[in-house]
Structures are given as structure tokens and as C-alpha cells.
């Protein structure tokens, strides 16, 4: 089960002797909002509102509108601290998965037997901050087997912690390791990781309770891809998206883009939003979308809209300036 420190946020709230309280918490956990808004009020007397926005990271903080509606404090669960400055004080208590400390032993031993079967003798280790304690668990069995155990620290995140948009935290040790083990769920980070470093990539998942290599999802993820690049070669017109999120507002890359089709006769419009969704560009009648915004809006939602859905990157490659074979998975870090 996921658990966030309730008790972090109360004390914090006393602390600053904050009297109006925002509260931004992870898609999935909204179903407790009512009890913590009341639990917080309850032990701190101060009064609390909870915004109700899709929030899927840090970079959908809601500082800004924090201020504007009056909040002296803005307490992000869920997410690490992901922005330079905040617009108001912001206190960030990550979610975390209780671990189940047998059952990742086992994973570990399943990993080192796979490790052992390929001949690898040097792991990097990472996951996202909601599975770190599950990443400390694994790396200690990993070194008692023997193993040389390596974990990164990039830029702008936790020692071992990766992002979507940030894989830093493993390109700082790509060169010292043989494999990679991501911890955590699902398929978007590591295969992420798969092209970041360039080396093969073990998927250790504490929810489904498996060990699993993903050379043949990162060759089916390529070949998806190669397909929706091709797609994106014959349209002749494209909308440019701009986020307005938080570390995702590159307009200069977006209005670069948009010269550079138009110098190959293609015809490109920028737009912008805070989140990119099917509906909002029903009406545009562009061929194409271009999107300079978190990479897993044109890799995980690219089947919703009906046309291709790039990023940056695979746009280099419709333009000309890149190769197929020197496909990329595009990062913000």
C-alpha cells in the first residue's frame, strides 16, 4: 500500500504557522482527500483546500495558483521538489510503497540469477522515489551476493531516483555497469532507461512480484515508434504544444521547430495548455502534433488522438537531421 507522512504535513504547518493551506496530492489517492483535509485542519487549526487538478508530477506544482488564491503554505504529496524557486513556501512529502521486505529479497535473488545466467557482474540500480525504500532492499542483497552495485546521483533528483523526463541519476554511471535494474512498476521508465544508457535493462516489480528482462519490449517500443515517425513524415501540417507546466515551457524549441518545418514546406503552428488532451485539438485540423512536453504524452498517449504524436526528438528525425538508427528517448533533464 502506498503511504504518505501525514504527520510531516501537520508539523510543518505548525512550524510555519501557516493559517491557509493548499494540498496537491498523486491521481489515485484523491479518495483520501476529505479525511486529510479534515485531519489537518483538525490537528493544526488552520484551514486547508485541496486542488483537484490531474497532477502527475512536480512539474504540475500549483504554487502560482497557490498564492493567487491566498495560501501561505502548498503542501505537494506525492513528488520530490522538481523547481528552482517556488511562488510560495512548499513543503514536498513523497509517497512511498510499504515494501514487503521478504518478497524483494526474492526479487533480489531472481535478479542476481539472471545477472549470473548473462555473465554480468555490475548492476546500476534506480527507481522511482515511491519504490527508494525497495531500491535500498535490493541493493544490499545484490552486494551480499557479490555483485559490484552502483547507484547514480543526477541532476536535480534523489541519489538513484529517475524521472520520466530525467534519467541523470544512470548516465552518471552508465560507464561502470553492465546491466540495469529499474524498481518499481510497469514499462515507461525502463524502457526509458533502455535508450538513456544503451544497456540492457532488468525490470524488478514489487507490485507484480517479478523479475523480467526487457529486450523484446524495447525492441516492440521501437518499432511502435518507427512506425509514428514514418506516419509523421507525410503529413504536411503540424501543431507545435507547449506546456505550460513547470520545467516543460520551451517555446524557443517549439517556435525552432516550427521554422525549421516550414523552411522544408511543411506548415506548422505552435499551440499551448497546461495539459495536452484529444479533444483540445479536434477542431485544429493539423496532420501531425509535435510535443516539447513530458515524453510520456507522445509515447503513452500517442494511440488517443487519432494522427501521430512525436517529440522533439523523432521530430529531428521527420525533419532530416537525425537517423532511425540513432533513435533517442527524449529527456528534459
Not at 130 to 147: D, P, Y
Not at 154 to 175: D, F, H, P
Not at 262 to 285: H, M
Request: aromatic residues 8%; hydrophobic residues 45%; contains cysteine.
Amino acid at each position: 500500500m502506498f503511504e504518505f507522512d501525514l504527520g510531516k504535513a501537520v508539523a510543518e504547518v505548525r512550524k510555519r504557522k501557516a493559517k491557509l493551506v493548499a494540498v496537491q496530492i498523486p491521481e489515485g489517492m484523491k479518495t483520501r482527500l476529505p479525511a486529510m483535509l479534515e485531519k489537518l485542519e483538525g490537528k493544526t487549526g488552520a484551514e486547508a483546500f485541496a486542488f483537484v487538478d490531474p497532477c502527475f508530477g512536480a512539474c504540475g506544482l500549483k504554487d502560482v495558483a497557490s498564492k493567487e488564491l491566498g495560501a501561505d503554505l502548498l503542501i505537494h504529496f506525492g513528488h520530490t521538489k522538481f523547481v528552482a524557486k517556488e511562488a510560495v513556501e512548499t513543503v514536498y512529502i513523497p509517497v512511498e510503497y510499504n515494501p514487503d521486505k521478504r518478497a524483494v529479497s526474492r526479487l533480489a535473488e531472481s535478479l542476481a540469477e539472471q545477472m549470473e545466467k548473462k555473465g554480468f557482474k555490475k548492476i546500476g540500480l534506480c527507481s522511482t522515489i515511491q519504490f527508494r525504500q525497495h531500491l535500498r532492499i535490493v541493493e544490499a542483497e545484490m552486494k551480499k551476493r557479490g555483485f559490484g552495485v552502483f547507484v547514480g546521483k543526477g541532476r536535480n533528483v534523489e541519489k538513484g531516483q529517475v524521472l520520466g523526463c530525467n534519467y541523470t541519476s544512470v548516465k552518471a554511471i552508465g560507464k561502470k555497469i553492465d546491466a540495469i535494474a529499474f524498481v518499481g512498476d510497469g514499462l515507461f521508465h525502463p524502457i526509458g532507461l533502455s535508450f538513456a544508457v544503451n544497456k540492457l535493462v532488468f525490470l524488478v516489480d514489487p507490485i507484480e512480484k517479478e523479475v523480467q528482462e526487457l529486450a523484446l519490449q524495447r525492441d516492440l517500443f521501437l518499432r511502435k515508434r518507427i512506425a509514428m515517425i514514418e506516419k509523421a513524415r507525410q503529413a504536411k501540417s503540424f501543431a507545435i504544444w507547449v506546456s505550460t507546466k513547470k520545467g516543460q515551457q520551451r517555446l524557443a524549441l517549439a517556435r525552432n521547430l516550427k521554422k525549421k518545418f516550414e523552411q522544408r514546406g511543411k506548415k506548422a503552428f505552435v499551440f499551448t495548455s497546461n495539459l495536452l488532451a484529444p479533444d483540445y485539438v479536434l477542431g485544429i485540423g493539423v496532420e501531425a502534433i509535435v510535443s516539447t512536453a513530458c515524453p510520456r504524452i507522445a509515447l503513452d498517449d500517442s494511440s488517443l488522438y487519432g494522427k501521430p504524436v512525436i517529440n522533439p526528438a523523432e521530430a529531428r528525425v521527420v525533419l532530416g537531421e537525425k537517423k532511425l538508427e540513432d533513435y533517442e528517448f527524449e529527456d528534459l533533464s
